[in-house]
């Protein structure tokens, strides 16, 4: 498990832009905060480390947005309207936790819960890894980026 203090959304951009930059085919971001934590600044950083030139922004009401043109194509979820697995389910996110690329999945303790994650993750590919990562809000403008890589 690791643990980053980010002093300001230019920390947590950059800590996303270096996950980018390793980011590996099929790559699965499961990511908890609440509003405001920082999440999407996570993803704008991550896009950029990918080579994603788009503007990011969250898919609140989209539930996905596709950022191509880096190195990997990046999905970006959010659950936050989505209330019941039955719901995420029908949605079609199942076919995002193998992705043809990195998926970063906001508000995902919707879809994966504490001490059942091996069981959620499925079958399929072993290669696969899902980075764990809550943001939490110190203060203002202190996260404590907690993450866990869980996987091949």
Known sequence: MGVIVSLNPADTESLGESWGRAAQRGLVVALNGDLGAGKTALVRGLAR????????????????????GGRLPLFHLDLYRLETKEQIH??????????DGVAVIEWAERLFERGVRNAERGTGDAARIIRFVT??????HTRRIVYEDTGA
């Open 49 to 68: 480390g990918l080579g994603c030139t788009s503007r990011v922004h969250s898919p609140t009401f989209t539930l996905v947005n596709v950022y191509e």
């Open 90 to 99: 029908s949605a079609g996110v199942d076919e995002y936790l193998q992705p």
């Open 135 to 140: 943001i939490e809000i110190a203060d203002e």
